[in-house]
């Protein structure tokens, strides 16, 4: 039963909430209110809506833009499930994350360190490590294509080893090496400006406090810095994860299109590919929800492991 007082100043009933009763919800304006409702229907539209397109698609048989579609169901999935092509897509990206992404995020920890115990230069060296993130694609591709290939820098430094002559976009061994390193390259000094940006925060006091007691550079590296910074260093994980995962056709289509045979197909140039070239929007899609479906897992994954101990 709902009590009414009266408040000392106007003398109006007001109801005193009894004891355990749930808190009155505030009305949808406080919830969402005006300033939030452009951004609210602009993130609908343009961000669900296109997800919402891909789950749908994959359930359709469309060959192509001017086509009418029809409804496969799971044949789609099917198709794509049966296809030795995905599975070496798939197994590429996973090598692709789990060999780049560790090396990536590690040296960006590394460098970022460095960075942050103010050496001589420190600010420009910023600068410099944020340069290949201003570099386009095509730029980037133009310059390893470049370095790799048979009559490249790479090869003319390994003559005096007489390891000279291999080409490295040309040879199912290494293409795939080739790819990650183009991408560890894009990534690593990226990644280690934003993770600069969180270790200034750290305390300098403790750290100086550290070194008295006899801390070495590595100890404070990562028993003081990773720790505190580990939260926003899954930040950044998950951001060069769903790089690799998501953007890495651009990079295989301008050094490989996929070969040697699939040795450098993933999943996204994949999705490319059989859109694209091969107009099977359906089978694209398909592949789409896979990719969907991993990029939530691997999220969920990082978060789990580099969630805050602190």
Not at 16 to 33: V, Y
Not at 135 to 143: D, Q
Not at 273 to 299: C, H, I, N, P, R
Request: proline share 6%.
């Amino acid at each position: 039963m709902t009590v009414l007082e009266a408040t000392p100043t106007t003398g109006r009933p007001v109801s005193a909430r009894p004891p355990g009763a749930r808190p009155r919800r505030s009305p949808l304006r406080e919830r969402f209110p005006g300033l939030a409702l452009p951004a609210l229907i602009w993130y609908a539209v343009f961000m669900i809506g296109p997800v919402v397109a891909i789950f749908v698609i994959a359930f359709l048989r469309w060959p192509g833009m001017l086509e009418t579609p029809s409804f496969a169901g799971l044949d789609n999935f099917r198709t794509v499930f049966a296809d030795a092509t995905f599975w070496a897509a798939l197994g590429n990206s996973a090598v692709q994350i789990v060999v780049g992404l560790p090396i990536m995020i590690v040296l960006a920890f590394l460098l970022a360190f460095y960075v942050v115990q103010k050496p001589r230069g420190h600010r420009v060296l910023r600068y410099i490590l944020f340069i290949p993130a201003l570099i386009s694609a095509p730029a980037t591709a133009m310059v390893f294509y470049a370095m790799l290939n048979p009559d490249g820098l790479v090869n003319g430094l390994l003559a005096p080893l007489g390891l000279a002559g291999n080409a490295w976009l040309a040879n199912p061994s290494t293409a795939l090496g080739a790819i990650i390193a183009v991408e560890l390259w894009s990534g690593i000094g990226y990644s280690a400006v934003l993770i600069a940006a969180r270790l200034d925060g750290v305390d300098t006091e403790i750290v100086q406090a550290a070194r008295v007691d006899g801390a070495s550079d590595w100890r404070i590296a990562w028993r003081m810095y990773w720790p505190i910074a580990r939260d926003f260093i899954g930040v950044v994980t998950m951001l060069q994860f769903l790089s690799l995962l998501f953007n890495s056709a651009q990079t295989v289509l301008l050094l490989t299109q996929g070969g040697p045979g699939t040795s450098t197909m993933t999943l996204s140039y994949l999705i490319y590919s059989k859109a694209f070239v091969e107009t099977d929007l359906g089978y694209s899609q398909a592949v789409g929800v896979v990719l969907f479906v991993l990029g939530l897992l691997g999220m969920w994954l990082i978060r789990r492991t580099l969630r805050a101990t602190h």
